[in-house]
C-alpha cells in the first residue's frame, strides 16, 4: 500500500554514517573481495585532487570512500567491472560535488547549537556499537578517522538543517493538492486486492509419477481429511503429514492474492468461508487439504485515513524537487573542474 519515499538530498554524510554499523559487520567477511578490487583501482594517489567546487578540492581518498560505501548500501557484489566502476566513480563524484556546493551555500545559515549537535550525533553512532573497537573497526572500514567522521557530521547536519529551514520549511501542500493526489492515484496505491490467508496439508506427488503413486497420495490425503473432519488438530497433522516446507508452521502460507497460487488451489481457497476446510485438492504439486483461516475483501483505503501520509509525502517531493533544482543552478553559477 502506499508508503512514503525518504527524499533522496545529495549528503555524502548521511550515507557515510548510515553505512557505518553495515562495514562493522561486513569488513571481515568481504576482505577478499576489497583486496581484488584495491588491484584493478587506478594508481593515484589518495591525496590526488578528482574535481575543485569553487575552489574546495574533492581527492581520491574522499571518492574512494564515497564509491565504497555507495557499493555497500547498494549491496553490489565486487569487485566490479572496470567501466561499472567508472560509472559508480563518476555517480559518487556527481555526489559530492552536490554535496559540496550544498554545504557552501549552508554555512550562510549555520546553526546556534551546532558544536552540540555534532557530538549529541557521533554519540548517537557510538551507541550503535557494543565496544569502543567496533566503532573504531567501522570507521577504518570506510577509510575514516575521527577527524572525519566530525567533518561528515558536521557537514551532515548543515545541509540537513538548511535543507529543512530553508527549503521544506517554506513549501506548502493544501489538502486540496492530496486529495488530487488520491484520486490520481486511488488505482495505483490505495485499492487493496482481495486476499486469503490459509493453511494447507500437503502429500506431493510428482505430477510425472506413475499412476498408482499418485493414486497412494490421494488416498493418504483423503485419509488425513477424514481425521481433520472427526475434530483431530489441522495445525498438528500438517507438522506431521504434510510435506510442503510450511508444515512447521502447521501448514500456515500466510496471506496471498489472486494470481499467487496455482489455478485449482486458488479457486478452492478463495471458495472457502473462514475457518472452512477444502476436500482434497490435485495440483501439480500433489495433494492438498486447504484450511481458508483470513479474507479480506477488496477495498479502498478512505482519504481521510491516507491525508496526513499525502500531505508528508508530497512536501517531501517537492523538497526533493527544490533541493535539485537548487543544485543545478548552483553548478552553473559556481565554478567545478573536474581532474
Same mark, same amino acid.
Given at each position: ?77 565486487? *569487485? ?16 559530492? #560535488? ?66 529543512? /529551514? ?29 486476499? %486469503? ?17 499418485? /493414486? ?18 489441522? %495445525? ?27 489455478? *485449482? ?23 492438498? #487439504? ?24 508530497? /512536501? ?7 533541493? #535539485? ?10 565554478? #567545478?573542474?573536474?581532474?
Amino acid at each position: 500500500m502506499f508508503s512514503l519515499r525518504r527524499i533522496a538530498t545529495p549528503a555524502i554524510a548521511a550515507l557515510l554514517l548510515a553505512a557505518l554499523p553495515a562495514w562493522a559487520a561486513e569488513t571481515d567477511a568481504k576482505a577478499p573481495a576489497k583486496e581484488q578490487t584495491a588491484k584493478e583501482q587506478p594508481k593515484t594517489s589518495p591525496s590526488d585532487v578528482m574535481a575543485r567546487v569553487n575552489g574546495t578540492t574533492i581527492t581520491r581518498l574522499e571518492l574512494d570512500r564515497a564509491v565504497k560505501v555507495m557499493l555497500s548500501q547498494n549491496q553490489v557484489q565486487q *569487485p566490479l567491472a572496470p567501466e561499472l566502476m567508472k560509472q559508480a566513480e563518476d555517480a559518487a563524484l556527481e555526489q559530492l #560535488i552536490s554535496a559540496e556546493l550544498l554545504y557552501q551555500e549552508s554555512s550562510k545559515h549555520e546553526p546556534k547549537d551546532l558544536d552540540k549537535q555534532i557530538a549529541d550525533k557521533i554519540a548517537q553512532n557510538r551507541a550503535k556499537f557494543s565496544t569502543e573497537a567496533d566503532f573504531d573497526k567501522a570507521l577504518k572500514g570506510v577509510d575514516m578517522t575521527m577527524k572525519d567522521m566530525q567533518e561528515f557530521t558536521r557537514k551532515d547536519i548543515m545541509i540537513s538543517n538548511f535543507i529543512d /529551514k530553508q527549503i521544506a520549511d517554506k513549501i506548502t501542500v493544501t489538502e486540496a493538492d492530496a486529495l488530487k493526489f488520491y484520486e490520481d492515484n486511488k488505482e495505483k496505491y490505495f485499492k487493496k486486492p482481495e486476499s %486469503a490467508r490459509a493453511s494447507h496439508i500437503l502429500i506431493g506427488v510428482d505430477e510425472k509419477a506413475p499412476a498408482e503413486e499418485r /493414486k497412494k497420495g490421494k488416498e493418504k490425503a483423503e485419509a488425513l481429511l477424514k481425521r481433520v473432519k472427526a475434530g483431530e488438530d489441522f %495445525a498438528a497433522l500438517a507438522k506431521s503429514d504434510s510435506t510442503c516446507p510450511s508444515a512447521s508452521q502447521g501448514g500456515d502460507l500466510g496471506s496471498f492474492g489472486r494470481g499467487q497460487m496455482v489455478a *485449482p488451489f486458488e479457486k478452492a481457497a478463495f471458495g472457502l468461508k473462514v475457518g472452512e476446510v477444502s476436500e482434497v485438492v490435485e495440483t501439480q504439486f500433489g495433494y492438498h #487439504i486447504i484450511k481458508l483461516t483470513d479474507k479480506q475483501e477488496a477495498s479502498t483505503e478512505k482519504f481521510a485515513t491516507v491525508k496526513a501520509k499525502i500531505l508528508e509525502y508530497l /512536501k517531501r517531493e517537492r523538497t526533493q524537487k527544490s533541493v #535539485i533544482e537548487l543544485v543545478i543552478s548552483l553548478k552553473a553559477a559556481g565554478k #567545478i573542474e573536474k581532474m
